[in-house]
């Protein structure tokens, strides 16, 4: 069948998204839009809003809405 053709993605050793995020925001004092983040770490915003939620539900980010929502390490 078609399905059987399909690639499975297999998890690759490094730091994981969350672990990325959390690194980059180091480098944003005053926090970075969903924008700025997918195209620093090259993911898509949707993959992004899940992590930061997790994130933010563990006290480790925060947001703050202006212009435009910004994340930043809490």
Request: no cysteine.
């Amino acid at each position: 069948t078609a399905l059987n053709h399909i690639p499975i993605l297999t998890p690759h050793p490094g730091p994981t998204t969350g672990e990325m995020l959390l690194d980059l925001l180091r480098h944003y004092p005053n926090g970075a839009s969903i924008g700025e983040l997918s195209y620093r770490l090259n993911r898509p915003v949707s993959m992004l809003q899940i992590v930061l939620k997790l994130l933010g539900s563990e006290g480790k980010v925060g947001t703050r809405r202006g212009m435009q929502r910004v994340y930043f390490l809490k």
